[in-house]
């Protein structure tokens, strides 16, 4: 009896041995199910941000002007290309008391190397004498003969007097200068769109820059 109570006490110790281990081993697996996976980490290639461009911009030079006559500091001054007149006259301190400024065009534009003479008061004017109107050219436009056209301040009606300059051209003659600045040379009235080598040729001995 006492040899079979022994066994059945054996038997008793290694199945509660055997049940705790699977109570453990059971357990950490469902912990180990419940416990929340880490997001996965990703990797990606992070691209600099481009670099802001800035169009490069041409400034034209200023140009210089001589003011002379009626004004109060007469010198030379420098001023932007698109100057007027009244911009020079007012650089060298305005008219004087004396200056007769209704006889300058104060709306006129500068060009560089000009001068501008303020008569005064008392200085006698030039009478205009009439002459006689200059015969028409060939293409129906009348211009002095010898005179050429100076293409860095002549007015749209002037340069339409050209040959082969129409309104359109004229337009674009001066809205080229007004945006880069006058002419520096004779060649330079070909970057105007719709002026090419042919049309230069007739122009050439025509116009002036100065």
């Known amino acids: 009896m006492r040899v079979w109570l022994q066994k059945l006490r054996e038997k008793l110790v290694a199945v509660g041995f055997t049940s705790l281990l699977f109570a453990i081993l059971l357990g950490a697996t469902f912990f180990r199910l419940r416990r929340p996976q880490p997001a996965p980490i990703v990797i990606s290639a992070v691209e600099p941000p481009p670099k802001p461009t800035t169009a490069a911009t041409i400034t034209p030079l200023p140009i210089r002007v001589y003011v002379s006559g009626a004004v109060l500091v007469p010198g030379v001054y420098a001023l932007p290309w698109d100057s007027r007149v009244e911009d020079a006259v007012a650089a060298a301190g305005g008219g004087a008391a004396d200056a007769d400024l209704p006889r300058v065009n104060l709306a006129a534009r500068l060009r560089d ?3 501008i003479y303020v008569p005064g008061q008392a200085e006698a004017v ?7 109107p200059p015969p028409a050219s060939s293409t129906g436009t009348s211009r002095t003969p010898g005179q ?3 293409i ?5 009606a002037e340069l339409e007097a050209l040959p082969g300059i129409g309104p359109v051209l004229a337009q674009r003659i001066i809205d080229y200068r007004q945006a880069n600045g006058p002419f520096g040379r004779l060649e330079d009235i070909k970057k105007v769109k719709g002026i090419g080598d042919k049309t230069f040729e007739d122009l050439k001995d025509l116009i002036a820059t100065e």
């Open 113 to 115: 190397e000009q001068q």
């Open 126 to 132: 030039t009478p205009v004498l009439p002459t006689a």
């Open 148 to 150: 050429k056209i100076n």
């Open 152 to 156: 860095n301040t002549a007015s749209a």
